[in-house]
């Protein structure tokens, strides 16, 4: 028995690629997700969001000032200086515009007449103004997390205003206040206010705003969320296929074919640009057979978004050839191909955003996810499919693929020499 778990043993420390995936993806794949579910204070990640102050009241400011202070929100009145300029401040136009661009997956507009009556404890009050929480439901978090901290932050920054309030229906439904209450009430809540400007205390509890949301993306949408799995998904797969299809040079040269089809006309070069071609050709059929069986199946909302489909199917197949090629022809074997390629494609799934949406994750985490391909492909897809966004405000996307594609087969092509001298 000692005989047999010794060659074992030894079998297991020759094959690499089943030594790696056996003791260093585990640990991997263990860090990543602690990473993202266990190494921050809070369980969500900071919320970005727009403020359009159409009001500018004393309460209108003092709410903002609320929101600017909370730690779990990034907050911002204007879009960022172009070329150096200061841009003017959102309005509720320019914010719903910026959260159908993508800019911020909520938007708040505190309109004219808020500060009149910020705070009621009667929610059917006809008096009340409304302010506007626009969301982009893609991120379906973050409208309810900044709903909540809307109401929190309105029951702190405005205590004074809350006592005032509460000091009216007290007259109005106890019975009425005498002269000295009311003065009493007066003084107290002159007192508070002071307090407020001279300490910046605002620690207090009650009372409530009106708040209407209103989805200004993705509100016709049939069930667009399958667009994301099927790109997410479909991208992870595509990497696999890649690699494994690219793998194919291996065994030529394992076989001695390579070394005949590169003693004729054709040079490396022209090969692996016919592999590359070819694997184009096959990833981006598998996402065309993805994509379909979404339409047919889940509804997903397909030929509306043909043109943007195949733009970004075609770039992310190419791209995804291109890393599959590097992969071949960095490791020796197909053993090797197989275990660094798991290693690495699970690992850039996993930041990219094909196991878990990026806007979940840490802001130094969703910056990871920018050096990988789905990543890319994911929001390139979330354009077409949710935004409806047209070809050319892809470009980002576009071009950041393509360029990906330029430089793994670059490299790849340097790598291959090896073959040319063999």
């Given at each position: ?7 074992a ?10 030594l ?10 263990f860090?990543?997700?602690a990473?993202i579910?266990g190494?921050?204070?809070?369980t ?10 159409e ?10 000032q ?7 929100l ?9 070329k150096g ?29 808020f ?5 009621s ?11 506007q929480?626009l969301?982009?439901?893609?991120d379906?978090v ?6 909540g ?7 702190t ?5 809350m ?14 206040l ?16 002071s307090?407020?400007q001279r ?26 969320i ?21 793998g194919?040079i ?13 003693s004729?006309?054709v ?12 694997n184009s ?13 979404g339409?047919?199946v889940?509804?997903?909302?397909l ?6 489909f195949l733009?970004?199917?075609i ?12 992969l071949?022809?960095i ?14 494609i ?19 985490m969703?910056?990871?996810?920018l ?13 077409v ?6 070809i ?6 576009l ?5 990906m ?10 790598i291959?020499?090896?073959?040319d001298?063999a």
């Open positions: 028995m000692i005989s047999i778990v010794r060659t043993m030894v079998s297991l420390r020759r094959d690499r690629g089943a790696v995936l056996s003791f260093v993806l585990p640990i991997v794949f860090s990543i997700f990473t579910f190494g921050r204070k809070n969500t990640p900071k919320v970005h969001i727009l403020v359009a102050d009001d500018q009241s004393e309460a209108s400011k003092r709410l903002l609320g929101l600017t202070s909370e730690a779990s990034v907050v911002d009145t204007r879009p960022a200086a172009v300029v200061e841009q003017p401040d959102y309005t509720a136009a320019s914010a719903e515009k910026a959260v159908k661009d993508g800019t911020a997956p909520v938007a708040i507009v505190i309109p004219a007449g500060g009149e009556n910020p705070i404890f009667q929610p059917s009050e006809g008096s009340r103004t409304s302010i929480l969301e982009d439901t893609s379906a973050a409208p309810q997390m900044v709903m901290l809307l109401q929190k932050v309105a029951m920054s405005m205590p004074d205003v006592a005032e309030t509460g000091a009216k229906y007290i007259d109005q439904f106890g019975g009425g005498t002269k000295e209450q009311k003065d009493n009430f007066d003084a107290s809540i002159r007192a508070l206010r307090r407020e300490d910046g205390s605002n620690n207090s509890s009650g009372g409530i705003i009106a708040v209407t949301a209103r989805r200004v993306v993705g509100e016709n949408k049939i069930n667009p399958i667009s994301f799995y099927a790109a997410a998904i479909g991208v992870m797969f595509l990497l696999f296929t890649a690699s494994g299809a690219a194919a291996l065994d030529e040269a394992e076989s001695g074919t390579l070394d005949r089809v590169l004729s006309r040079t490396m070069t022209k090969l692996l640009l016919g592999k590359l071609t070819y050709l096959l990833a981006f059929t598998q996402l065309v057979v993805m994509f379909l069986w339409w047919a889940f509804k997903l909302e030929w509306s978004h043909i043109p943007g733009v970004m199917g770039c992310t197949a190419v791209s995804v050839a291109a890393f599959g090629m590097l071949a022809s490791c020796r074997t197909r053993a090797q191909l197989g275990a660094l390629s798991t290693l690495i699970l690992v850039m799934s996993s930041i990219g955003g094909s196991m878990f949406p990026r806007f979940l994750m840490p802001e130094g969703q910056k990871a996810g050096f990988t391909i789905n990543a890319w492909a994911i929001d390139g897809f979330t354009k499919f949710w935004r409806d966004e047209a050319w405000q892809l470009w980002p996307q071009l950041v693929l393509l360029g594609a330029v430089v793994f087969f670059t490299v790849a092509r340097r291959a020499r090896r073959w001298f």
